[in-house]
């Protein structure tokens, strides 16, 4: 696995390790500390009761600087611990270790998409699990968005002159990398951005500053009593201050349920924000999303940081020993109006800035994957017509063991190659590593080819299209339905459609296989899409025979040896000669031999 970016993450990984251990023995003596200075300060209480103030609050702020310390100790032991993570990841991903690990985004596939569940856009061992190195939930929704939806070639083109200009970066991504869990469950940027620019709910300031007043006041009564004054006061206040929490209570909660949990969340975005408001790009697609985040309000990242520090504060109320000063204080409520003033002046931005933290987190991503396959090349965007040329491309997700092979439709190639071959010998995997490729060019990242050349296009698969006993759909009708879901985006497309149709019609007679599939693929070709369909009945390639040269007949091969079948899965001009389906159920042990 030696290269020099498994090098580098190894170098790093090594340091990144010695860091951790070191703050883990520093966090063990503070912790002890910590302990010492506690237990005295409950001995001395305990002992002399409350009679000496200076020496207990003397003990209590010097546990309070020992206590902070702590805090920015740990907050140091968990950076070092996550980078350490970081390089971890990416080490298992070069050594193709990835699948299962990480996030499979199936929450992102949609029912029907024609193409992300033939191609493996989605799930374990997936295009998304093995790119979505993103720090936030709106950073992977932007992903998933990219691999569902290609680009325009103006947008594509923006895309790859940031990707190359991020990609060298390994600092920005560790950086990235050692706020927030990426594993964590995160709250849906969704609820946020409608929370940002939903109606006030709260009353206007008499309100507020009564909420204020009322507070104000019970606490002086409270400090009355204490130096020997009446209780009455500070009930009767205490009671107020009730009622008041009480009625404002519904209109508190809509303001606060949005945001309540979302301290942590805010806190990555703050720290996403920063880091691209700090850098200097070239690219005009990350000058632009850097724009996006300044404001006449200063930059984006201070204003949310204000946004969750009034989030993390409001999130102590749920402690132990804060809750009754917390009632006391009114501290629900008055964050609360706090919060709304805060959604007052910057809701309407936000959601702009949660679009630009998202992209840029989403770049960052796609700039990793670049960083650690420095073979891919960016693919070229040529103007129509519908073409594609691709040499040595291979599977993105297969690792070493991946085959290499040229593909060229449209343009002067033929619009349509017949793809034949036996059982096992690879034209499924050769289909989705066509597809998954022009995924990633529409998106704007790197294929995993020698050469890759292609115009703007949409793509339709029919690879792995299953029965519904919900649906009442057989295994053939959903074929169908597919099919026609293919003809009409290449109608509706002008033609920019690339098809990947493997074993076509393969659920009905042969008589009916080779009429209906010479009737669909004409009808796409006519619409001036180009694809491949894959077959391993004979008769089908008789189809490229008569359209020359508007298609053509291509083969994967195998050679039966010894018992067992061997695959080189190199792609071979014309049509296959021989089938393996019997020698396949002889090498396990059936007995298909004629009696």
Same mark, same amino acid.
């Given at each position: 696995?030696?290269?020099?970016?498994?090098?580098?993450? #190894?170098?790093?990984?090594?340091?990144?390790? $010695?860091?951790?251990?070191?703050?883990?023995?520093?966090?063990?003596?503070?912790?002890?500390?910590?302990?010492?200075?506690?237990?005295?300060?409950?001995?001395?209480?305990?002992?002399?009761?409350?009679?000496?103030?200076?020496?207990?609050?003397?003990?209590?702020?010097?546990?309070?600087?020992?206590?902070?310390?702590?805090?920015?100790?740990?907050?140091?032991?968990?950076?070092?611990?996550?980078?350490?993570?970081?390089? $971890?990841?990416?080490?298992?991903?070069?050594?193709?270790?990835?699948?299962?690990?990480?996030?499979?985004?199936?929450?992102?596939?949609?029912?029907?998409?024609?193409?992300?569940?033939?191609?493996?856009?989605?799930?374990?061992?997936?295009?998304?699990?093995?790119?979505?190195?993103?720090?936030?939930?709106?950073?992977?929704?932007?992903?998933?968005?990219?691999?569902?939806?290609?680009? =325009?070639?103006?947008?594509?083109?923006?895309?790859?002159?940031?990707?190359?200009?991020?990609?060298?970066?390994?600092?920005?991504?560790?950086?990235?990398?050692?706020?927030?869990? #990426?594993?964590?469950?995160?709250?849906?940027?969704?609820?946020?951005?409608?929370?940002?620019?939903? /109606?006030?709910?709260?009353?206007?300031?008499? !309100?507020?500053?009564?909420?204020?007043?009322?507070?104000?006041?019970?606490?002086?009564?409270?400090?009355?009593?204490?130096?020997?004054?009446?209780?009455?006061?500070?009930?009767?206040? *205490?009671?107020?201050?009730?009622?008041?929490?009480?009625?404002?209570?519904?209109?508190?909660?809509?303001?606060?349920?949005?945001?309540?949990?979302?301290?942590?969340?805010?806190?990555?975005?703050?720290?996403?924000?920063?880091?691209? $408001?700090?850098?200097?790009?070239?690219?005009? *697609?990350?000058?632009?999303?850097?724009?996006? @985040?300044?404001?006449?309000?200063?930059?984006?990242?201070?204003?949310?940081?204000?946004?969750?520090?009034?989030? =993390?504060?409001?999130?102590?109320?749920?402690?132990?020993? &804060?809750?009754?000063?917390?009632?006391?204080?009114?501290?629900?409520? #008055? *964050?609360?109006?706090?919060?709304?003033?805060?959604?007052?002046?910057?809701?309407?931005?936000?959601?702009?800035? @949660?679009?630009?933290?998202?992209? +840029?987190?989403?770049?960052?991503?796609?700039?990793?994957?670049?960083?650690?396959?420095?073979?891919?090349?960016?693919?070229?965007?040529?103007?129509?017509?519908?073409?594609?040329?691709?040499?040595?491309?291979?599977? %993105?997700?297969?690792?070493?063991?991946?085959?290499?092979?040229?593909?060229?439709?449209?343009?002067?190639?033929?619009?349509?190659?017949?793809?034949?071959?036996?059982?096992?010998?690879?034209?499924?995997? +050769?289909?989705?590593?066509?597809?998954?490729?022009?995924?990633?060019?529409?998106?704007? /990242?790197?294929?995993?080819?020698?050469?890759?050349?292609?115009?703007?296009?949409?793509?339709?698969?029919?690879?792995?299209?299953?029965?519904?006993?919900?649906?009442?759909?057989?295994?053939?009708?959903?074929?169908?339905?597919?099919?026609?879901? !293919?003809?009409?985006?290449?109608? =509706?497309?002008?033609?920019?459609?690339? &098809?990947?149709?493997?074993?076509?019609?393969?659920?009905?007679?042969?008589?009916?296989?080779?009429?209906?599939?010479?009737?669909?693929?004409?009808?796409?070709?006519?619409?001036?899409?180009?694809?491949?369909?894959?077959?391993?009945?004979?008769? *089908?390639?008789? !189809?490229?025979?008569?359209?020359?040269?508007?298609?053509?007949?291509?083969?994967?091969?195998?050679? +039966?040896?010894?018992?067992?079948?061997?695959?080189?899965?190199?792609?071979?001009?014309?049509?296959?000669?021989?089938?393996?389906?019997?020698?396949?159920?002889?090498?396990?042990?059936?007995?298909?031999? %004629?009696?």
């Amino acid at each position: 696995m030696s290269s020099p970016i498994a090098d580098e993450f #190894q170098s790093r990984l090594s340091a990144r390790r $010695e860091t951790l251990a070191r703050m883990e023995r520093r966090n063990i003596r503070v912790a002890g500390v910590r302990l010492v200075l506690g237990l005295t300060g409950v001995g001395l209480l305990i002992w002399l009761g409350l009679a000496p103030w200076k020496t207990l609050a003397a003990l209590v702020a010097l546990f309070a600087v020992v206590a902070v310390g702590h805090g920015r100790l740990i907050n140091a032991r968990d950076r070092a611990r996550s980078a350490a993570q970081y390089y $971890e990841r990416g080490l298992a991903r070069l050594r193709h270790d990835w699948p299962g690990k990480g996030d499979a985004g199936d929450r992102f596939l949609p029912a029907h998409h024609l193409y992300a569940a033939d191609l493996d856009v989605f799930g374990r061992g997936s295009l998304f699990e093995l790119m979505a190195t993103c720090r936030t939930e709106a950073g992977r929704a932007t992903l998933a968005r990219w691999m569902l939806a290609p680009a =325009t070639p103006d947008v594509l083109l923006a895309r790859q002159a940031a990707v190359r200009e991020l990609a060298p970066d390994l600092d920005l991504r560790e950086r990235l990398a050692v706020h927030g869990d #990426q594993m964590r469950a995160a709250v849906d940027p969704a609820v946020i951005g409608a929370w940002a620019v939903m /109606a006030g709910t709260l009353p206007g300031r008499a !309100i507020e500053a009564l909420a204020r007043v009322v507070t104000l006041a019970n606490l002086g009564a409270l400090i009355w009593w204490r130096q020997g004054g009446p209780i009455a006061p500070f009930l009767a206040l *205490l009671v107020a201050q009730g009622l008041l929490a009480l009625a404002l209570r519904p209109r508190v909660l809509r303001v606060t349920e949005a945001v309540d949990s979302a301290s942590r969340d805010l806190d990555v975005f703050v720290e996403v924000a920063r880091l691209l $408001e700090r850098r200097r790009d070239t690219s005009p *697609l990350l000058q632009a999303l850097r724009g996006r @985040l300044a404001t006449d309000s200063g930059a984006a990242s201070s204003s949310i940081a204000r946004l969750s520090q009034l989030v =993390t504060m409001l999130a102590s109320r749920s402690n132990v020993i &804060f809750a009754p000063i917390a009632g006391m204080l009114m501290w629900t409520t #008055q *964050l609360a109006f706090a919060i709304e003033r805060w959604r007052a002046r910057h809701g309407a931005e936000v959601p702009g800035w @949660l679009d630009a933290v998202a992209e +840029f987190d989403a770049l960052c991503a796609v700039a990793g994957y670049t960083a650690e396959h420095p073979a891919h090349v960016f693919p070229a965007v040529t103007p129509p017509p519908t073409r594609l040329e691709a040499a040595d491309l291979a599977h %993105p997700l297969l690792g070493d063991i991946a085959v290499a092979n040229t593909v060229r439709v449209g343009g002067v190639a033929p619009s349509l190659l017949i793809v034949s071959g036996s059982n096992m010998s690879g034209k499924s995997t +050769f289909l989705r590593a066509i597809g998954l490729n022009v995924v990633l060019a529409q998106m704007g /990242a790197p294929v995993r080819a020698a050469s890759f050349s292609f115009s703007p296009m949409s793509v339709g698969a029919s690879i792995r299209v299953l029965d519904s006993l919900q649906e009442g759909h057989s295994r053939f009708y959903a074929e169908i339905l597919r099919l026609k879901h !293919i003809v009409d985006l290449a109608r =509706t497309k002008g033609g920019a459609t690339l &098809f990947l149709l493997d074993e076509v019609l393969s659920g009905t007679n042969s008589h009916d296989r080779r009429q209906g599939a010479e009737g669909l693929l004409r009808g796409l070709i006519g619409f001036g899409a180009v694809g491949l369909a894959t077959t391993h009945d004979l008769a *089908l390639g008789d !189809i490229a025979d008569g359209w020359s040269p508007q298609a053509s007949n291509v083969h994967f091969a195998d050679k +039966f040896d010894g018992g067992s079948l061997a695959f080189d899965y190199v792609l071979r001009e014309g049509p296959v000669k021989t089938s393996n389906a019997l020698a396949l159920m002889r090498s396990i042990g059936l007995d298909v031999d %004629p009696a």
